[in-house]
């Protein structure tokens, strides 16, 4: 009665058999299933609709509030699950979220479903014109050995870059190696990088080589290079200026033809001009430099990004989105990125699971990117942990609008949890406007 008064035509079923046969005669676009049924178990009912059609939306009721048989609903493919006695309020959500959905599947062309395997083992995604000299700029350097400095902000690949420039290069059958500055300590950077041999120190039982030997003529990162100590940096501007290295313990000099690929989120000018970063040091590293431009500064490679990730996510999580709503793409203009291309590929794989269907979802993403944003409101003083849970359901109401089934899933608590922290907190169910 109450869907029918929303103007949506409905079928009832008695049974699980019923229930089929109304459903392959009427091709719904929602599907209520009861788990206890006469006949059947909506269990298997809903393994068989997924079978005839992975993106149908069946919400699943059941009175039962065990933990295996949500945990297997969810992990068949249904949309949603609710308990009894039913709620209207969370089933009117679900299902005008559901029906939201399936006009959105008809609605959108499929993004991904020609999609390929890339030969390519490593991809830098883009076609903006930073992009397209990047690109430039590593077919350049990809015919001879000389040293790179790689600069850009956390999360804008610098690190996929350097092994594309390997990948690229005459010399791509040779290793690659990564040494992490920021792991480094003082006393065994030498060894870490230039090796040791058998009894150089306590422990050394056996001679070891190093990274710079490990990567032989292939190519070697040094990886967040401005947070190396000044100690550390003299040592590798010594083997930078000659190439060569003796092993601790050792008297055999060592020549590396390795390339050099430093890599940095700092600004190594300004540390260079605070003393914080050796000046030499740095022309050394700079022979060819490589600015890595921030997401926000290539909005326009974004729906390339979203495909290129949806398909890896697809690929990789066992997910089905092969289609993005309009309205997704305004979403993702409209963030900062602060986190940049690492953040877009985190808040992608949430939101395709938050979206649980073949469509990403605009509303998915706004959920996504405001649990990650930390907004909080300011606090002044030492709040208490009250204070805080106070201030957070007030936050939470307002962006619902009083919602309180919405609320209670964006705060992962249930209604009647979320209607005693209103009472507790004397908030009664806040207008939202006044929140």
């Not at 009665?1 to 035509?9: A, C, R, V």
């Amino acid at each position: 009665m109450y869907l029918s008064e929303k103007g949506l035509e409905v079928e009832a079923a008695g049974t699980g058999a019923e229930g089929l046969a109304a459903y392959h005669k009427y091709h719904p676009q929602v599907i209520i299933l009861d788990i206890r049924l006469p006949d059947i178990s909506g269990l298997d009912i809903l393994k068989r609709i997924m079978e005839t059609d992975h993106n149908a939306k069946v919400i699943m009721i059941t009175a039962y509030h065990d933990m295996e048989t949500t945990i297997e609903a969810m992990r068949q493919g249904a949309y949603d699950y609710i308990h009894k006695p039913i709620d209207v309020d969370e089933l009117d959500h679900a299902v005008t979220k559901s029906l939201h959905i399936a006009d959105k599947v008809h609605a959108i062309p499929h993004l991904l479903q020609d999609d390929q395997e890339s030969g390519v083992r490593h991809q830098i995604v883009g076609k903006t014109p930073a992009m397209r000299a990047l690109f430039k700029t590593i077919g350049l350097v990809s015919r001879n050995r000389a040293t790179i400095l790689v600069e850009g902000e956390t999360g804008t690949g610098k690190e996929l870059i350097a092994r594309v420039i390997h990948e690229s290069s005459l010399f791509n059958d040779q290793p690659y190696v990564t040494v992490d500055c920021t792991t480094l300590v003082d006393n065994l950077f030498e060894s870490e990088l230039f090796g040791y041999e058998r009894g150089a120190f306590t422990g050394a039982t056996e001679t070891k080589k190093g990274r710079l030997e490990l990567a032989g003529e292939g190519t070697i990162l040094f990886d967040e290079v401005g947070d190396l100590p000044l100690a550390m940096q003299a040592k590798l501007l010594r083997f930078l200026e000659y190439r060569e290295f003796i092993r601790v313990g050792g008297t055999k000099t060592i020549l590396s033809p390795a390339r050099i690929i430093a890599a940095t989120n700092c600004n190594l000018g300004d540390l260079a001009a605070r003393g914080q970063f050796r000046q030499d040091l740095l022309f050394r590293l700079r022979v060819i430099a490589i600015s890595v431009p921030p997401l926000r500064e290539r909005l326009d490679d974004l729906p390339e990004l979203v495909r290129f990730f949806l398909h890896k996510i697809n690929r990789d999580l066992g997910a089905t989105v092969t289609q993005v709503e309009d309205r997704a793409y305004a979403v993702l203009r409209d963030h900062s990125w602060p986190g940049n291309v690492r953040e877009l590929k985190n808040v992608l794989i949430k939101s395709v699971l938050e979206s649980r269907g073949s469509v990403l979802l605009a509303d998915a993403l706004k959920t996504v990117l405001a649990a990650s944003s930390g907004d909080q409101p300011p606090v002044t003083g030492s709040a208490s942990l009250d204070d805080l849970e106070k201030s957070h359901i007030l936050k939470t109401m307002a962006e619902t609008k009083g919602n309180l089934s919405a609320a209670a899933r964006l705060l992962r608590i249930s209604r009647p949890t979320l209607r005693k922290r209103l009472k507790l907190y004397g908030l009664n169910h806040p207008d939202p406007r006044n929140a």
